[in-house]
C-alpha cells in the first residue's frame, strides 16, 4: 500500500457541517493576512465611533473568504504531492511555471504550476495501455486508484470558512449601508459621499440576486455528482451514466493545435480545446475640466474551439465519448499563456493598431494568447448518455464485439432531470473544489433578503 493510499484511509472525506480551511500555498497567506488585517483594523476602528469604516472590515472578510481554499483541497493537495514520484515532481516543474521566451518581443509564456484538475493518486502511463484493442480491460482487471469505487465520493462543509467570512462581510456591508441611508443629505456630503446615496439600496440585491442564479445552478451540479452513483465501463448500462477515467486516443488520435495560428503556440496531445487571443486596449479620454486619464482594459477579438472522439479508461475497459455532441465541457484551469508586445507578424500588428483607431479603440499594448483543454492521459469524469451502436462499427475498430460495453458510446443528449457535462479531473479533484450548496445558494439568498430589507428603511 502506496503512501497516498493510507492517507486516503485515514482521512474522512465527508466533512461534515463545518470546517475551517486555511491556505496551503505560500502567496495565499500573503493575501490571507492582508485581509484578516483589514478586517480586525475595520472592526477596531468601528468599536470606536466611526461606523464606515465597516465597510474596510468587509473587503477585509471578502478578501479572507475567497482566498480560504474550499475544505477539501489542502487535504488533497498533500495527497497529491506525496503521491508523485520525485522524478516526476521535477518533470512538472521544468514544464510549469513562466518562461521569458523573447525578451526583444516581450514574449512569455506561463503554464500553472499547481492544478487542482490533475490526477491526485498515480494513474497508468501509456507503456502500460491496450492500444491493440483499446475497449479491454487493464491487465489488473481493476478500477483506476483514484475511481469512485476504490476512494469513494468525498463531500464537502456544509460551512466552511469561505462561508464564515462571506456571512461576515455581508452583514459588515449591510451595516454600513444602513448606516449611510440614514443619514441626512448634509451628512452624507460632510461625510466625503457624493450624490444621492439611495442608489446603495440597489447593490445588494442585484450582487445577491445574481450570485443566487449562479450558485443554483452549480448546486444543481453538485447535487447530481454527489447523487448519482459511479458506472464501471465493464458493467454500465444504456442510459444516463457517471464515468470517471483516464483520456485514451481513440481510433481518431489525437490533435496539435497552434494557438492563433502561430507555431512556437503548439499544444499536443489534446482531444478538446478552447483558446482565445485578446488584446490589452488603451485609450485617453479628457473631463469637463481639461483632465486627461487613460484607461485601458482586455478585450477578446478571436477564439476558437473543437473537440474529437475519445476513448474513457477506467481500468475496468474504455468506452468512446462522442465529446463534439456535448454543450457542457468544464476545462478547470488553463493549460498555458502567452503573452507577447506584439502580434506574431507586422502586417497583423499594424492592420490591428488601424482597426482599434478606426473603431475607437485606442492602443493596442498587449496582446494575451490563452488555451483550455483536454489531453491524452488526463483524468476525466462524464455525466453522458450511454446509447447502442452497430456491431460493423465495433468489429471495424479490431475489438471483441462479443463484450457488451464495446457496443456502447457516451453521446452528450441531456435526459430529464440529467445534464450531460464532461469536466477535466476525476470526481475527487472535482469534488475536492467544490463549495457546498449550502455557500453556493443559502449564502447568497441570504444576501438577496438582505438587500431588499434595505428598502425598508
Known sequence: MGMS?????QTSLDRGFFHFSVPYIWWMWIIWALGAIMAVAGLALAAIGDIALLALSGVGFLILAFSSPGSLEATLHGIRKGAISHEEQEKQAEERGYEMQSWWLQRSSYAPTNDPNDWILPAPGP???????????????????????????????????????????ITCFLIWIWEVLSMSPEEFTDSGGQGDAAFMKWVMPILGGILLIVGWYQ????????????????????????LVGQVRPAKEGDLSVAVGGASHRTVHNLVSHKWTHQVYRCHRTTDSEGNSKESCSWHEVERSASSMPFMLHDGTGGTRILADSFKRLDYGN?????????????????FGQMASKLLGGGNIKKHRWTIWGLRIGNPVYVMGNTASRGREEAEAEGCDASIGHTLLHVNGEDAPGVK?????????????????????????????????AMFLI
Not at 479491454?136 to 464564515?164: C, I, M, Y
Not at 448519482?228 to 448500462?237: E, F, G, Y
Open 5 to 9: 493510499d493510507e492517507v486516503l484511509d
Open 127 to 169: 507503456t502500460t495501455w491496450n492500444m491493440e484493442d483499446i475497449y479491454a480491460a487493464d491487465a489488473s482487471g481493476e478500477a483506476l486508484p483514484e475511481h469512485p469505487h476504490k476512494v469513494g465520493t468525498p463531500r464537502p462543509a456544509t460551512l466552511s470558512a469561505f462561508g464564515l467570512f462571506s456571512l461576515l462581510s
Open 219 to 242: 448546486a444543481k451540479m453538485l447535487a447530481q455528482m454527489l447523487d448519482t452513483p459511479t458506472s464501471l465501463v465493464r458493467s454500465m448500462a444504456v442510459g444516463s451514466n457517471e
Open 420 to 452: 450531460t457535462i464532461i469536466r477535466r479531473g476525476s470526481e475527487l479533484s472535482n469534488l475536492g473544489t467544490m463549495r457546498s450548496g449550502f455557500e453556493m445558494v443559502i449564502i447568497p439568498a441570504l444576501m438577496l433578503l438582505g438587500g431588499i
Open 334 to 350: 488553463f493549460l498555458k499563456r502567452w503573452e507577447s508586445k506584439h502580434d506574431d507578424s507586422i502586417g497583423k500588428e499594424l
